[in-house]
């Protein structure tokens, strides 16, 4: 259904005008290789919020402000005279695909992942179960979740589900201790409530053994070294069997070091529990549970009081017996399985085909159609890190790129770009120099708190600065 938007161009003296869409890594790195490869080529990057960055901004945790700083790079590409950013723009509702689509020779798909993953388990929409997304959101200032509801003077018990990089960070920040936070742009509000936490155990839940973890190295090292929790070795997965050297040799050397991490911190607290003194301890304690298929969050009153859960081993058996389940007590349970991706609105009439099961655009390289390209974790499902989004938005520009110079038919558009769409948004728009005012006010707001920065917690409040 491509053909009615496709033109074939007979000759390309100048580069392509190429709509993007988002303004995270995968759009950024997709604009900087764009304009490497021919400094003509124009881009307008429209974002849905008023602010830049995705999850950048959004999602990397506050105590790691030398992974934020990609956005020295992401400014110094929205300098370049062929760069636009029209923030405040959600792409399929205030701007229609199909208009979009009519002043561009290409559009970029870079929109990441906007819903998450459910376990699909009874009692998931119990009061006190959160999406990782809310939760890291909310200690990150995303407007959109700043009112979830989570009250740490009252909450003891946490289970985080899921065993990967985002539940690492998020428990580093529940047991760190409040006053090494302060420095940076966390929310303030959320750290009041840190000063106040009550939380006593942590468990970090996942459904296969030790040796699947989708941790990194650093960060779990980062969460073992912790002074304010202690590890504790798993209470509830009672027969856990360490991996002899030879069985180790199966992996690869980088996994092989994350396990034997893992094991050896597990019997250096198994060594601990009968040593250690109850003064000694600190108040805060975490664990890994592994092999655990969670099958029913227990609530009382609507508000979750427990998970109970199945040894994953025993999941396809037809008899079980009670001690094939396990509950662990919670007050608040998050999930932490991982984001989705999902599609616009207007994409299916526009011919781009997209994968419910596996949340991405199907695509070859990036190329979806004609003039259509997908960049980042909406390409490849939502993993990986900055690093891995970046080569992968290098390869999509770079196949644009190519298809340009070959010729390949693209979109047929007035290539008038914004100037010819912005009659048709009503949305106050924010540009690259307002941008440029809100991170202002942001970092003086941050002065007062001796912090690197205090991020706004509305839109209100955001385009209020901006006069809009
Ligand atoms: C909690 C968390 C912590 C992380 N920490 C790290 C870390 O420490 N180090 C690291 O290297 N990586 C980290 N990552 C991974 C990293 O964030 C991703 O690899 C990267 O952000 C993916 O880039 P993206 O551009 O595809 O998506 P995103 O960063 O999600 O950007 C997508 C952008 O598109 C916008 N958008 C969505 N819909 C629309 C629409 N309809 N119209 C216009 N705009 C739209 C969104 O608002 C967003 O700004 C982390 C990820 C998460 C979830």
Redesign the pocket.
């Given at each position: 259904m491509w053909l009615p938007l496709v033109r074939r161009y007979s000759t390309r003296s100048s580069g392509p005008v190429v709509g993007i869409?988002?303004?995270?890594?995968?759009?950024?790195?997709t604009a900087h290789r764009l304009f490497r490869n021919d400094p003509s080529i124009k881009v307008d990057m429209?974002?849905?919020?008023p602010v830049?960055?995705?999850?950048?901004?959004?999602?990397?945790?506050p105590d790691?402000p030398e992974?934020k700083q990609?956005d020295h790079k992401f400014s110094e590409i929205a300098n370049s005279s062929q760069f636009r950013f029209l923030g405040n723009?959600?792409?399929?509702?205030?701007?229609p695909l199909s208009t979009l689509s009519r002043h561009y020779d290409a559009l970029v798909y870079?929109?990441?992942?906007?819903s998450d993953k459910i376990l699909n388990i009874p009692g998931e929409h119990l009061r006190g179960v959160y999406s990782?997304?809310q939760v890291?959101g909310w200690y990150?200032c995303d407007p959109q979740h700043q009112d979830i509801g989570i009250s740490l003077p009252h909450l003891k018990d946490l289970v985080i589900i899921g065993q990967g990089?985002?539940s690492l960070?998020?428990a580093r920040i529940m047991l760190s201790r409040p006053e090494q936070l302060s420095p940076t742009d966390i929310n303030p509000l959320f750290l009041q409530q840190l000063f106040q936490s009550a939380l006593q155990r942590l468990h970090i839940v996942g459904r296969r053994d030790l040796t699947s973890v989708s941790f990194t190295i650093k960060?779990l090292r980062e969460l073992f070294s912790l002074s304010s929790a202690m590890f504790l070795a798993p209470e509830y997965t009672s027969s856990l069997s360490f991996l002899s050297e030879q069985a180790l040799g199966t992996f690869d050397r980088a996994r092989k070091r994350l396990i034997k991490l893992i094991q050896s911190n597990i019997q250096a607290a198994q060594q601990r529990n009968s040593t250690t003194s109850t003064q000694q301890k600190p108040s805060k304690f975490w664990g890994l549970e592994f092999g655990l298929t969670p099958i029913e969050i227990l609530g009382r009153n609507g508000q979750v009081d427990k998970v109970r859960f199945q040894k994953t081993e025993t999941v396809r058996n037809e008899s079980t017996s009670p001690s094939d389940f396990v509950e662990i007590p919670a007050q608040a349970v998050i999930r932490s399985i991982g984001?989705k991706s999902v599609p616009?609105p207007g994409m299916q009439e526009l011919g781009v085909p997209f994968d419910m099961t596996r949340g991405v655009i199907l695509n070859n390289e990036g190329h979806i159609g004609p003039g259509m390209y997908a960049?980042?974790?909406?390409?490849n499902g939502?993993?990986?890190?900055?690093?891995?989004?970046m080569m992968d938005?290098f390869a999509t520009a770079d196949k644009l790129y190519k298809d340009w110079l070959a010729q390949e038919p693209f979109l047929i558009g007035t290539r008038a770009g914004w100037d010819g769409v912005r009659h048709t948004v009503n949305t106050p728009v924010v540009s690259w120099e307002d941008w440029e005012v809100i991170k202002k006010h942001e970092i003086e707001n941050g002065l007062r708190h001796e912090s690197v920065g205090e991020k706004f917690r509305t839109w209100e409040d955001i385009l209020r600065v901006l006069h809009k």
């Open positions: 869409i988002g303004s995270g890594p995968a759009a950024f790195y429209y974002e849905a919020n830049p960055f995705g999850l950048v901004r959004y999602g990397v945790a790691h992974v990609v723009i959600r792409v399929g509702k205030d701007l870079a929109y990441g992942a906007s990782a997304r890291v990150n990089n985002v960070d998020i960060e984001y616009l960049s980042g974790w909406v390409k939502p993993v990986g890190v900055i690093s891995s989004t938005s």
